[in-house]
């Protein structure tokens, strides 16, 4: 079975500071990760996803995530935090092969601060 | 994301009603899946379809809600009879393109269900 835990439901930062946003996953098979985010009253959008190849993926609005398989991790970072990037961010994991299930982490609210 | 259309987006009903929500998705996706999102429980798994057939109902938490899906631009998830606890954002989300994952879900913009 496959589930993901994000550690800290609420993160704050101030503007221009890094983004650290904490993601790790369980799963028997390899699996493919991502990060989604959502606007308020919004559906999901994706950020950026890992499948496979290169560990280090880089997805919209200067966000990336290193797929870390030793540490079974997939944290989000961002160098410098705009205020746009106010949201609540998502963690899921799917299976590489197989099930289309997509699972998702309980959702990191991040807030920026002027 | 015009990709996924649902409906209603807001719905208030009484307790005991049934409630049926929809969804549109735009053709050519393999895979369509229903959400529910709460405080408490987070982004929940109802069911997911591949090529209109259900493939995992697991996810639905008791014989109160069924979902269908009679053609590849149109699924329901219906409520029946409604429990106040069945208040959430109800999410419909589409995936993979001719046979081939993309990896990328479609969501809707949600469906709030507030039962009294």
């Known amino acids: 079975a496959q589930s993901v835990t994000q550690l800290g439901s609420h993160v704050s930062v101030s503007e221009g500071a890094l983004v650290l946003l904490r993601c790790n996953y369980s799963?028997?098979?390899?699996?493919?990760l991502f990060w989604y985010v959502q606007y308020p009253n919004q559906g999901l959008q994706l950020l950026l996803k890992y499948t496979t190849g290169a560990t280090l993926v880089k997805g919209i609005n200067g966000f990336e995530a290193e797929f870390k398989k030793s540490e079974t991790s997939f944290h989000l970072t961002k160098p410098s935090a705009h205020m746009s990037d106010a949201a609540e961010y998502f963690c899921?994991?799917?299976?590489?092969?197989?099930?289309?299930?997509?699972?998702f982490g309980t959702g990191t609210r991040l807030k920026v601060l002027a | 994301d015009a990709g996924v259309i649902q409906s209603p987006r807001h719905e208030v009903t009484e307790m005991g009603q049934e409630v049926t929500l929809r969804c549109k998705p735009i053709s050519g996706h393999d895979y369509l899946f229903w959400y529910r999102q709460t405080m408490m429980r987070g982004l929940e798994l109802l069911i997911y379809?591949?090529?209109?057939?259900?493939?995992?109902d697991s996810g639905m938490p008791e014989d109160r809600f069924s979902a269908k899906m009679p053609n590849a631009s149109f699924s329901t998830l219906k409520i029946q009879p409604s429990e106040p606890r069945d208040s959430a954002v109800y999410f419909c989300?589409?995936?993979?393109?001719?046979?081939?994952?993309?990896?990328?879900?479609?969501f809707g913009e949600g469906s709030r269900l507030t039962v009294l």
């Open positions: 379809f591949n090529n209109n057939v259900p493939i995992d």
């Open positions: 799963s028997s098979v390899p699996p493919y």
């Open positions: 899921a994991v799917s299976e590489g092969s197989g099930t289309y299930k997509y699972i």
């Open positions: 989300a589409i995936d993979g393109r001719q046979g081939i994952r993309t990896g990328e879900l479609f």
